[in-house]
Every structure is written in structure tokens, then in C-alpha cells.
Antibody
Framework: EVQLVESGGGLVQPGRSLRLSCAASGFSFEDYAMHWVRQAPGKGLEWVSAITWNSGKMVYADSVKGRFTISRDNAKKSVYLQMNSLRADDTAFYYC????????????????WGQGALVTVSS | QSVLTQAPSASGTPGQRVTISCSGRISNIGNNYVCWYQQLPGTAPKVLIYSNDQRPSGVPDRFSGSKSGTSASLAISGLRSEDEADYYCSTWDNSLSGWVFGGGTKLTVL
């Protein structure tokens, strides 16, 4: 069974940093691209970032480019999201998600989602 | 606002067929595959359709997807009360070099 478990969420002040982690199990983690998607409370889904199976390519939404960094450790079966210069509008549930393929191509897409970690940015 | 346009709400009665639409551009839907996701209240999203019209194993054949030009649609036949959820379309956008989602459609089963 595919499982994705996010951790590291919490309350943080504007301008500070936070690092989310996602532990994967139940599939060959090293064979798939991974994503982060967020959802502000009561709002829709917003794709944040993705990384290929071998960390060869990382892509970001314009709203987080230059502030967030995605990375992965295939040996630890984990993907991370380093979030710097956090703002109030970054407040959201952050979902870790698995792609169907290794690469970031349109014939892929997300097939499994974690349960999400809440990040609240507030003073 | 979202790059992909969805009506904010839709409704139907049990047994009915409903269609949810997703409108985009050449740079996204027009040249790429579309996925559809279902999000039940208080839960994480779940994939219903990938590659425009493919259903993952375990997804009932009541759910079907299609694409034409710069628009995509999700059809749900034999509507059930448990289908009441938010539905999102998603695809890659060549101009943005990233994935995009529609704003979501809240389906109510009357």
C-alpha cells in the first residue's frame, strides 16, 4: 500500500523558515517524480513544486520561486520542501504527492497523495 | 484566479448523469494530458482520471473523462450520494513550466 506521511508543519512567524518532510513507503520511491501541492483552508488546490526521480530537474510555481526549495533523498525514501521567507498567504495544508512516472511530463500526473501537513504563517 | 476555469458548483439527483467542465489554453489543455481529482470533505484528493480518459484501477466506470481542443470534461453517470465532493482538473502548462489546477467544482447530490 502506498503511504505518504508529511511532517514538519506548524505555526511560524512571517519571514521565518520551515522544512517539510515526506516519508514514502509501499512503492519504489526512487522510480518516481514527487510533488508538493498546497490548499489554503476552504480554498482550491495549488501546485507548488515537483522533482524528478533523480533530482535532475526541479520546477516551482511562480508564487514560491526563489523562496522554496524541493529536494529528495532516495536512500531515505523521503522528499522535502524547504520554505524560506514565509508569508501569510503561504498558510495552507501542504500535500506530498507521487507522480505516475519518473519525469515531469504531461503524460504523468499525481496518483497518490499524503494526508497533508498544516503550515500556519502568523505573528 | 486559477489558470484552468471550472464552474464553482454543479448538482444532480441520484441516478442522473452530470458533466463537469474545465477550460484552458493551447499552452495547457490544448497540448497536454488532463487529470481529474476527487476530494471528499476533510480528506486528501484522489485521482479519478489521468491521460485525459484513463481510469486507475479501482475507479468505477461511472466516471469518464474526455478532451477536445482547449477544454476537458469529467462525466459522472448513475450519480450517488457518495459522489458529493469537490472535483479538480489539472494539467501541465508549457508557458508556466509547471502543473496547474482548476479552481474546483463542488458537486452536490440533491
Amino acid at each position: 500500500e502506498v503511504q505518504l506521511v508529511e511532517s514538519g508543519g506548524g505555526l511560524v512567524q512571517p519571514g521565518r523558515s520551515l522544512r517539510l518532510s515526506c516519508a514514502a513507503s509501499g512503492f519504489s520511491f526512487e522510480d518516481y517524480a514527487m510533488h508538493w501541492v498546497r490548499q489554503a483552508p476552504g480554498k482550491g488546490l495549488e501546485w507548488v513544486s515537483a522533482i524528478t526521480w533523480n533530482s535532475g530537474k526541479m520546477v516551482y510555481a511562480d508564487s514560491v520561486k526563489g523562496r522554496f526549495t524541493i529536494s529528495r533523498d532516495n536512500a531515505k525514501k523521503s522528499v522535502y520542501l524547504q520554505m524560506n521567507s514565509l508569508r501569510a498567504d503561504d498558510t495552507a495544508f501542504y500535500y506530498c504527492a507521487k507522480d505516475m512516472i519518473r519525469w515531469l511530463e504531461s503524460w504523468g500526473g499525481i496518483d497518490y497523495w499524503g494526508q497533508g501537513a498544516l503550515v500556519t504563517v502568523s505573528s | 484566479q486559477s489558470v484552468l476555469t471550472q464552474a464553482p458548483s454543479a448538482s444532480g439527483t441520484p441516478g442522473q448523469r452530470v458533466t463537469i467542465s474545465c477550460s484552458g489554453r493551447i499552452s495547457n489543455i490544448g497540448n497536454n494530458y488532463v487529470c481529474w481529482y476527487q476530494q471528499l470533505p476533510g480528506t486528501a484528493p484522489k485521482v479519478l482520471i489521468y491521460s485525459n480518459d484513463q481510469r486507475p484501477s479501482g475507479v468505477p466506470d461511472r466516471f469518464s473523462g474526455s478532451k477536445s481542443g482547449t477544454s476537458a470534461s469529467l462525466a459522472i453517470s448513475g450519480l450517488r450520494s457518495e459522489d458529493e465532493a469537490d472535483y479538480y482538473c489539472s494539467t501541465w502548462d508549457n508557458s508556466l513550466s509547471g502543473w496547474v489546477f482548476g479552481g474546483g467544482t463542488k458537486l452536490t447530490v440533491l
